[in-house]
């Protein structure tokens, strides 16, 4: 098990390792969206990164548990990034010829690190009895999810998305089952430090897929003042999305979860749920980039539109569902993002593709700057109350 000391918390080289195969994943999910820009394309996007979410999650979560030192742990993780590679090469086609793969790599990836924890502690070790709940679940998604695969048509579509919602809805739950109950949150004995710089990593390999597209597409096509406009604006955005995230929010919302009574909570609605439309949002921005970059001069067609809008808004959304989970309260800054890049709506039916990137732009940045008086406001307060306590 991972010592209690506070050395253990630190991220090793293994599980960067891990992570290196997700960067496939986030640029499979982007070409995917992009290359299936309807309706039904946006809601096989979103089916597939709930999976691909849900299965680094739960290998983060239960690797938690484990001293990663230890070379058993080490191999188990590197076998879970083979069948995590296999998930992730399948993604593109995994509405089409590849559905077993993904199904099948999906599956090994829930089912193993469960599999392996049970029988590391057994089934009398507090850990143990909730491994073997989340194992029982997880066997029954991946077998659904094996047999979606196998289902011709439509049908895969209802069959993965009823299972990947269900499994959601389970976990909420604390995987309830006959005899052996439910978990409790504070049966999660995580080091929330550790879980919290692990997220923090994810986000950031979403990031590295924004710029890794902003600069591909400029390189590749040929060069033109409004695509070197587009190519600055796209990279201010992709700056503005760090540093809401990154400047202060990171590092204060890991002392939080270090401090917590119940870190297993915090964990759960903060890190597990709440980075669902974070990094959702971070992957539909980085295709409205790439739209804006390739065609900064056309008008956007409500695909597009969608694009280039809902990812800054998807991300503003979970940011601020992150701040209430961590903190208690809303962020007025995000909603005032929300309600701008909302606004923004009526521009987009006559707008070109550089217009409107450069208008969602402008409101992360705004949303930056909001942040940034209210903390030089708090901290003339704090200066003043400190000076009144030492007059008095």
């Not at 993904?102 to 469960?114: E, K, Q, R």
């Not at 991300?315 to 903190?327: C, M, P, R, S, T």
Request: hydrophobic share 55%; proline share 3%.
């Amino acid at each position: 098990m991972r010592p209690a000391v506070r050395a253990s918390n630190q991220v090793l080289p293994v599980e960067l390792f891990f992570d290196l195969v997700y960067v496939l994943a986030i640029t499979q999910l982007t070409r995917h969206l992009l290359e299936h820009l309807t309706l039904r394309g946006a809601g096989e996007t979103l089916v597939l990164f709930l999976a691909v979410w849900l299965g680094w999650i739960q290998v983060t979560w239960i690797t938690n548990y484990f001293d990663l030192h230890a070379r058993a742990v080490r191999l188990v993780l590197i076998g879970l990034g083979l069948a995590s590679l296999i998930m992730s090469a399948s993604l593109l086609e995994a509405f089409d010829g590849r559905g077993v793969a993904f199904g099948g790599g999906f599956a090994a990836v829930l089912t193993g690190g469960a599999a392996f924890g049970l029988a590391a502690v057994g089934r009398r070790h507090h850990v143990g009895m909730a491994l073997e709940r989340v194992l029982i679940w997880t066997s029954a998604t991946g077998l659904l999810f094996c047999a979606g695969g196998f289902a011709e048509g439509d049908a895969r579509i209802p069959i993965w998305l009823g299972t990947i919602l269900g499994t959601y809805f389970v976990i909420w739950l604390g995987f309830p089952l006959p005899l052996l109950a439910h978990s409790h949150t504070t049966d999660y004995t995580i080091s929330g430090e550790h879980l919290a710089e692990r997220c923090l990593l994810f986000v950031t390999i979403a990031l590295g897929e924004s710029i890794v597209i902003t600069g591909s597409n400029f390189g590749e096509l040929p060069a033109s003042t409004e695509r070197w406009v587009a190519f600055v604006v796209a990279f201010i955005g992709s700056a503005a999305i760090w540093w809401i995230y990154f400047d202060r929010g990171a590092d204060a919302a890991r002392e939080v979860i270090s401090g917590a009574e119940d870190p297993g909570r915090v964990g759960l609605i903060g890190y597990a749920y709440c980075h669902i439309p974070i990094v959702f949002g971070i992957i539909v921005a980085a295709a409205g980039d790439e739209i804006a970059i390739a065609h900064p001069g056309n008008d956007v067609t409500t695909a597009e539109a969608a694009l280039i809008l809902g990812g800054p808004a998807l991300y503003l959304l979970g940011h601020n569902l992150f701040k209430l989970a961590i903190w208690g309260h809303l962020s007025p800054s995000r909603l005032a993002g929300l309600c701008a890049l909302g606004a923004l709506a009526p521009l987009a039916m006559v707008s070109s593709a550089l217009l409107l990137i450069a208008a969602a732009t402008l409101v992360l940045v705004g949303v930056v700057a909001f942040d940034l008086v209210i903390e030089r406001r708090r901290l003339v307060a704090e200066s003043q109350a400190v000076a009144a306590a030492v007059e008095a």
